[in-house]
């Protein structure tokens, strides 16, 4: 969720009224976007000038640790998103007191790069993350962007923090994911009794790639990847955790990805969409926009059946439509260059045209982005509401119970090809297995085992369009 477009009012306050929604629907944990304090009083987020302190707009601090006590009373967990790797352009005044925080020799997609190895700077990034999960009684963080986060030191700032973490806080689970483009598991390995010496699990942008490319046919930037055969790639990602495990990527020219299958199923956050794949769309249209509600549908299943970790993008649950845009407030000459920039971005992608992309500064670009909750009360959004629901029950009593003793290498793909994927994981409690069938022609059911558990529209002899089926063996397989 993104506090400012979450409810009308963009406030933490705001938000704790929307904390019986997700619990009576079965969310058991919210990720919060940055919320550390940028330039403007409203943004995504990530252009954070002041790590230690969240946003004024939102709140006071009293009121975001308010959010999560409450969201605690629900048994709902909070973790927060976190920029380690750069600092927004507005607003941030440390090249000025301290130019010696930046390593002028290396260049972010941002601006210059941090200087990690610098023992000031490296106790002010490794502090920070503590911070917020002392002083807010936060459940876990989530690092973004952490192929950006480039240091040469003995052992990596990141390693750093991780061991600080696991060392300082006993008291509760921490869950720590991390964004990364390099497909790594080297951050995310497990210790041979099964716990986590470091990170948690990996947001698998992969497995959002592929099913992307696979329901729309697109083939811009980084689609390029997944244009061609992207069954095969979805089918790998679900059953091994990444679709490039080494392989040369079309849009580079370079290998990306290390081999991935022996990662426990909860190392892999998946998602079907999010902030940045919504939001970096120049009209930044939802899923259900792009490929329709019957498609979405299977879908939505297919993420929250799978043992992967599954996150929603805030509204998804009830179908919302409205688009989520990439929005700013910066001021003046700033202002001027990331219009134009944002324009230029698109030139040539998907026949759109610079004057067609929305003004970030706008603000009808952020008020246009907001949820719609009345949607949630319309026939289509309960009946959205309805088969969340039953999916995350689903989830809960079914599949979570699978996952105790997931060691890695449980996946295999039956099918992958015409619009047709076909995965099983068997485990030590049983056999999960998930067809679905996304092409134009109906298909013949793969042989899986086990008894069906959810099948949409519903069970057939045969897999229509746009259908899927889940099965589960119990019995020794």
Request: proline share 5%; with cysteine; glycine share 10%.
């Amino acid at each position: 969720m993104h506090v400012g477009t979450f409810t009308p009012e963009g406030t933490f306050e705001a938000a704790v009224g929307k904390l019986p929604h997700l619990a009576q629907l079965g969310i058991t944990m919210i990720e919060v976007m940055p919320v550390s304090h940028f330039g403007g009083n409203h943004g995504w987020g990530y252009d954070g000038t002041l790590l230690y302190a969240p946003h004024a707009a939102y709140g006071r601090p009293d009121d975001f640790k308010a959010f999560i006590d409450e969201a605690h009373g629900f048994g709902i967990s909070v973790v927060l998103d976190i920029v380690l790797n750069h600092f927004g352009p507005q607003g941030n005044y440390l090249p000025l007191l301290a130019p010696g925080f930046f390593d002028k020799d290396r260049k972010t997609p941002w601006g210059d790069g941090i200087a990690y190895d610098v023992d000031a700077v490296r106790r002010y990034i490794a502090d920070a993350p503590l911070y917020w999960l002392h002083e807010f009684k936060l459940d876990g963080l989530r690092f973004d962007a952490i192929d950006q986060i480039e240091d040469n030191s003995a052992k990596h700032i990141l390693v750093e923090i991780a061991e600080r973490i696991r060392r300082e806080i006993t008291d509760r689970p921490i869950h720590l994911t991390t964004e990364d483009s390099r497909n790594i598991i080297s951050l995310h390995e497990r210790a041979t009794d099964g716990s986590i010496p470091l990170f948690t699990a990996e947001w698998n942008d992969d497995f959002h790639n592929a099913v992307h490319a696979l329901v729309t046919g697109e083939s811009d930037a980084y689609y390029q990847d997944f244009a061609a055969a992207p069954e095969k790639l979805v089918a790998r990602a679900l059953a091994e955790g990444f679709a490039y495990q080494g392989e040369t990527s079309p849009q580079t020219g370079r290998p990306r990805g290390v081999r991935s299958e022996g990662q426990p199923s909860s190392a892999f956050v998946d998602f079907i969409q999010n902030h940045d794949q919504v939001g970096n769309r120049a009209h930044g249209e939802r899923l259900i926009t792009l490929v329709g509600s019957d498609r979405a549908k299977v879908l939505m299943a297919l993420l929250l059946l799978s043992p992967h970790i599954p996150l929603l993008f805030m509204g998804e649950e009830f179908g919302e439509s409205n688009p989520f845009l990439f929005f700013t407030d910066f001021r003046d000459d700033l202002a001027n260059t990331v219009r134009e920039g944002r324009r230029s971005e698109f030139d040539g992608h998907s026949g759109y045209k610079g004057e067609t992309v929305p003004d970030p500064n706008d603000r009808t670009t952020f008020e246009t982005s907001k949820l719609d909750w009345s949607k949630a009360q319309t026939e289509a959004g309960e009946d959205w509401l309805t088969l969340t629901g039953k999916l995350l029950l689903l989830r809960r009593t079914k599949i979570v119970p699978l996952l105790r003793g997931d060691n890695g290498r449980a996946g295999r793909v039956v099918e992958a090809g015409d619009g047709c994927i076909a995965v099983t994981w068997t485990f030590s409690a049983g056999a999960l297995s998930i067809a679905v069938n996304l092409g134009d022609e109906t298909r013949a059911l793969p042989d899986q085992p086990g008894d069906t558990i959810f099948a949409w529209p519903e069970e057939q002899a045969a897999l229509p369009k746009n259908s899927i089926l889940v099965r589960l063996a119990t019995e020794a397989v």
